[in-house]
Nanobody, 121 residues
Framework: QVQLVESGGGLVQPGGSLRLSCAVS????????VSWYRRAPGKERELVAW???????KYGDSVKGRFTISRDNAKNTIYLQMNNCKPEDTAVYYC???????????????WGQGTQVSVSS
């Protein structure tokens, strides 16, 4: 059974940084692509960033140049380094596993509880 446990959220001031972590279990972590999504109040869930099994990363336009996704296969953990945070980054952040098909990410329908990130002064 796939389990994903997010942590590291909190309150950060605009321009500040935060690092999210996601501990994964229940499947062969190193063989799959993994990702971070977010859902802001009143909005659809948005793919923030994903990283392939081969360590190739892609980002949504709204976070490109500010966020960095990484993975540690030895620890079965995904990270999201969030720099220069903006109020519009406020959301619940979720990690996810999926597959890379021709450079596009397809998610498995398995989600953690999420971690709240609030960007405010």
């Amino acid at each position: 059974q796939v389990q994903l446990v997010e942590s590291g959220g909190g309150l950060v001031q605009p321009g500040g940084s935060l690092r999210l972590s996601c501990a994964v279990s229940g499947f062969t972590f190193s063989s799959y692509a993994v990702s971070w999504y977010r859902r802001a109040p009143g909005k659809e869930r948005e793919l923030v960033a994903w990283i392939s099994a081969g360590d190739s990363a892609k980002y949504g336009d709204s976070v490109k140049g500010r966020f960095t996704i990484s993975r540690d296969n030895a620890k079965n953990t995904i990270y999201l380094q969030m720099n220069n945070c903006k109020p519009e980054d406020t959301a619940v952040y979720y990690c996810n596993a999926g597959v890379d098909v021709g450079g596009d990410y397809y998610s498995f329908d398995s989600w953690g509880q999420g971690t709240q990130v609030s960007v405010s002064s």
